[in-house]
């Protein structure tokens, strides 16, 4: 079993805390993809992917995840391969589809259904791995018309990681990754903004299912899971394992000692 940690805070510098977890000992460190949520600011994805790389020598570097409603997919193979040469081979290009809705409106942005969001997302991971891996992309979709030749750089591709959810992008998506991050609990995201109640839902059984179904398309594909801790003795951290209830992700909520 890996274990990665991901950045999700603009008050800190990159640099220090990604030389302590690779001192701690972890396998990866990642950096969210978000503008700005109505809880805290975040760092540029792109920029600190590079600023931790360049602080570090030997942990492996990855994005949790590359919003697809922000980034062009041709831009997102074109960093993914920068980040590889400059992080020398330790580069995991994350990708997602996008979910939260007011970010986007703040940012004057459209914030597309469901539906279009899984469909352009399917899409873009098959844009993406042509480029990687070829160099070229001849992709004539509902979403993206993308012709585009010569594209490449010298060394191995670092291999996609898709975060998939819900039946759609795990049978449109993981097709085109090399390993697969399940968010079992994409229901609760997919109006737009985080539903705690729907979070509280989820069980042991639906990540399983999760599982199952990956597994059906790729039996060899690694498979990880993305979870969201709130540790401490806080009102705020009382307050979410009470929301959380008994369900899957309510066992990482808790006290320091629990």
Known sequence: ???????????????????????EGL?????????VTNTRAYPHVWVTATAMASATTHIDITTAFVNNLFRNPVEVAQ?????QQ???????????????????????MEYPP????????????????????????HH??????????????????PPLICSVGGPRTIAEVT????????????????AGALNLHELSQVTDDDLLDAVAAVRAIN?????????????????????????LGDGLYSRFSGSPGE
């Open 27 to 35: 396998d990866r460190i990642s950096v969210a993809d978000h503008f």
């Open 140 to 157: 004539h979709g509902t979403h993206y018309r993308i012709d585009i030749n010569g594209f490449g750089a010298p060394g191995d591709p």
């Open 114 to 137: 469901a539906g279009v969001r899984a469909g352009a997302f399917a899409e873009s991971a098959q844009i993406i791995r042509a480029l990687l891996h070829g160099g070229a992309c």
């Open 86 to 108: 400059v992080s020398d081979g330790r580069f995991h290009l994350g990708l997602g589809a996008g979910w939260a809705a007011a970010e986007l409106a703040a940012a004057g």
């Open 79 to 83: 960093a993914a391969m920068t980040l």
């Open 1 to 23: 079993m890996k274990f990665t940690a991901n950045l999700m805070r603009n008050d800190i510098d990159a640099r220090t805390w990604a030389q302590r977890r690779e001192a």
């Open 175 to 190: 097709p085109h990754a090399d390993a697969v991050e399940l968010k079992p609990a994409s229901r609760a995201t997919r």
């Open 219 to 243: 039996p060899d594909i690694e498979i990880g899971m993305f979870v969201l801790c709130a540790i401490g003795d806080d009102a705020g951290t009382r307050a979410m394992v009470d929301a």
